[in-house]
């Protein structure tokens, strides 16, 4: 298991790395609405810009045109214009375009968004040379709404939703030749299903996420939630476990509360005489047959049919690191609080956008070969190189910020250890 660092802006890196070198490209960029007044999502893609502005053609840090003021210098600020947008995805096209470059032939890109932005970075990606393959949802149920809330006759109303999940885009390099040619020559193409199954029956794993008032009822395969008086139905799947879906879930009251009962819909499916496998396929809208009782595709069981992973815990953030055991912020701190918080001040990992590990290491291990090379060209604190290295990934990151590069390789190098103590043999001759 071997990783290397790279301090810098990650256009220059990548220009660094060999054509078809990479397996997969797990990354979380900046999504461009300038995060807690973060130069990373700014600042530095202006400096980045006005560089490029003021060099002769031959300078590594310039476009194919040569020395100009890219719009994308106006990327990262909290600006929706069109504007505003086209330098976004001018920022996007930029270093998707690397990736591209980078990337094996089948080779995927994952690469979480903002819902305001995501479709700009999704076209950059598009543009790029990518085939956009799916858009993966992590929804979550710890989100802050930052409204403007209006007062006097206007009271009741504001300016936003409570954010409850970040959108990941799931692109994928042309393939050469066929899925099956590509794979047996490049080792990309395909998507790990098996390695990524959900548990036919996780009720009790997952009810480690609820509040204390939950109950649980195993002897009838369900359990019932607490305050938020959800109801959790699991049934037996496949051996291997229910297929990965497009969704990740926190495993929140919240969120599970917002599933129905039964997989597909809240309804029972209209549909002809039920077959050996439960439903025959076909469906009426007359009324004139009857429901079939729990036809769903095959699929049954609420929230718990969907991989889930909660935001990354203290623990998760701090592995590896010197960490202080008071939290920058309480947890019941406002939007605001925590936008006012010294991260900096803070043992331990102070970014402010750390993905937990879990889910970053069943992103990689969705699309990377057994042994592949992960790619992360915005590593932050380190959260992928961690997975790719606990999941038995080589991997390579860039990281702009120096402090939160010696972050990252404090958490991947713990993680190395770690990973080698329980891949010791035991001495049995003492």
């Known amino acids: 298991?071997?990783?290397?660092?790279?301090?810098?802006?990650?256009?220059?890196?990548?220009?660094?790395?060999?054509?078809?070198?990479?397996?997969?490209?797990?990354?979380?960029?900046?999504?461009?609405?300038?995060?807690?007044?973060?130069?990373?999502d700014g600042a530095d893609i202006e400096q980045r810009a006005a560089y490029r502005a003021g060099m002769p053609s031959h300078a590594e840090a310039c476009g194919p045109n040569g020395g100009h003021r890219s719009v994308a210098a106006?990327?990262?600020?909290?600006?929706?214009?069109?504007?505003?947008?086209?330098?976004?995805?001018?920022?996007?096209?930029?270093?998707?375009?690397?990736?591209?470059r980078v990337l094996k032939p089948g080779g995927h890109l994952l690469s979480f968004a903002a819902a305001r932005t995501y479709h700009h970075m999704a076209v950059g990606i598009e543009?790029?040379?990518?085939?956009?393959?799916?858009?993966?949802?992590?929804?979550?149920?710890?989100?802050?709404?930052?409204?403007?809330?209006?007062?006097?006759?206007?009271?009741?109303?504001?300016?936003?939703?409570?954010?409850?999940?970040?959108?990941?885009?799931?692109?994928?390099?042309?393939?050469?030749?066929?899925?099956?040619?590509?794979?047996?020559?490049?080792?990309?193409?395909?998507?790990?299903?098996?390695?990524?199954?959900?548990?036919?029956?996780?009720?009790?794993?997952?009810?480690?996420?609820?509040?204390?008032?939950?109950?649980?009822?195993?002897?009838?395969?369900?359990?019932?939630?607490?305050?938020?008086?959800?109801v959790l139905q699991t049934t037996e799947a496949s051996a291997l476990g229910r297929w990965p879906a497009n969704l990740v879930h926190d495993g929140s009251p919240e969120v599970v509360a917002m599933f129905p009962a039964e997989a597909g819909a809240s309804a029972p499916v209209k549909g002809s005489e039920p077959t050996a496998n439960g439903f025959s396929g076909s469906v009426a809208y007359s009324g004139m047959m009857g429901r079939v009782q729990?036809?769903?595709?095959?699929?049954?069981?609420?929230?718990?049919?969907?991989?889930?992973?909660?935001?990354?815990?203290?623990?998760?953030?701090?592995?590896?690191?010197?960490?202080?055991?008071?939290?920058?912020?309480?947890?019941?701190?406002?939007?605001?609080?925590?936008?006012?918080?010294d991260w900096s001040a803070r043992n331990g990992n102070h970014h402010p956008t750390v993905k937990p590990t879990d889910l970053m290491a069943y992103l990689c291990r969705l699309v990377t070969p057994a042994g592949g090379l992960v790619l992360d060209p915005f590593t932050g604190s380190g959260s992928t190189g961690k997975a790719a290295i606990r999941e038995g990934f080589r991997f390579i990151g860039c990281e702009l910020d120096p402090e939160y590069l010696t972050i990252a390789r404090a958490r991947i190098e713990h993680e190395v250890t770690q990973q080698a103590l329980k891949n010791q043999q035991p001495d049995l001759f003492g």
Not at 74 to 100: H, I, N, V
Not at 216 to 222: E, T
């Open 1 to 40: 298991m071997s990783f290397t660092l790279h301090l810098g802006d990650c256009l220059e890196v990548l220009r660094t790395l060999p054509d078809d070198s990479i397996d997969s490209v797990v990354t979380d960029p900046p999504y461009g609405i300038r995060f807690m007044g973060k130069s990373w």
């Open 74 to 100: 106006e990327a990262g600020k909290y600006d929706l214009t069109p504007k505003g947008m086209r330098a976004f995805q001018a920022f996007t096209l930029e270093w998707a375009s690397e990736c591209l």
């Open 127 to 230: 543009m790029a040379g990518f085939e956009i393959r799916d858009q993966i949802m992590w929804v979550f149920g710890s989100g802050f709404p930052k409204s403007h809330n209006l007062k006097g006759d206007r009271a009741g109303w504001g300016t936003a939703l409570k954010p409850a999940h970040e959108p990941i885009c799931m692109a994928r390099k042309p393939l050469t030749g066929t899925v099956a040619d590509n794979v047996q020559r490049h080792g990309t193409g395909a998507i790990n299903i098996d390695a990524c199954r959900v548990e036919a029956v996780d009720a009790e794993r997952l009810a480690k996420h609820w509040d204390r008032e939950t109950t649980i009822d195993m002897r009838g395969g369900n359990f019932v939630g607490g305050r938020s008086g959800g």
């Open 294 to 341: 729990g036809a769903f595709h095959g699929d049954s069981g609420s929230a718990a049919r969907f991989f889930y992973c909660a935001k990354a815990s203290r623990k998760d953030r701090n592995e590896g690191l010197h960490s202080g055991v008071t939290p920058a912020v309480a947890t019941s701190a406002t939007m605001r609080n925590i936008e006012d918080a």
